[in-house]
């Protein structure tokens, strides 16, 4: 059975720093794309940051470009985001996906997902 668990979230001021971390098991992702995305309430799920497999092309969304790092350890079979700067429009539940076959930046193009973690920054 492939997961794919993501933890870290939690309640943050704004301004605050927060780490998630998702681990996949299962299979292997080291040859894979993977990504995150979020959804607030009451708004589509988008693309936050995406990383190759390799780790060498990170790609980010222009509202958390240079506060946001994407980063992965393919030997632990997981991927990071850590968050920086954040602001409370940064609330959301936070998803990781893995395997893409299409567009980083599309939902479709990825074929497994985590079950979400609730990111939530106070004014």
């Known amino acids: 059975q492939v997961q794919l668990v993501e933890s870290g979230g939690g309640l943050v001021q704004a301004g605050g720093s927060l780490s998630l971390s998702c681990a996949g098991s299962?299979?292997?992702?080291?040859?894979?794309?993977m990504a995150w995305f979020r959804q607030a309430p009451g708004k589509e799920r988008e693309f936050v940051a995406a990383?190759?497999?390799?780790?060498?092309?990170?790609h980010y969304a222009d509202s958390v470009k240079g506060r946001f790092t994407i980063a992965r350890d393919n030997a632990k079979n997981t991927v990071y985001l850590k968050m920086d700067s954040l602001k409370p429009e940064d609330t959301a539940v936070y998803y990781c996906?893995?395997?893409?076959?299409?567009?980083?930046?599309?939902?479709?193009?990825?074929?497994?997902w985590g079950q979400g973690t609730q990111v939530t920054v106070s004014e």
């Open positions: 299962g299979r292997t992702f080291s040859a894979n794309t």
């Open positions: 990383i190759s497999w390799s780790g060498g092309i990170t």
């Open positions: 996906a893995a395997d893409s076959s299409g567009v980083y930046y599309h939902m479709t193009s990825y074929h497994y």
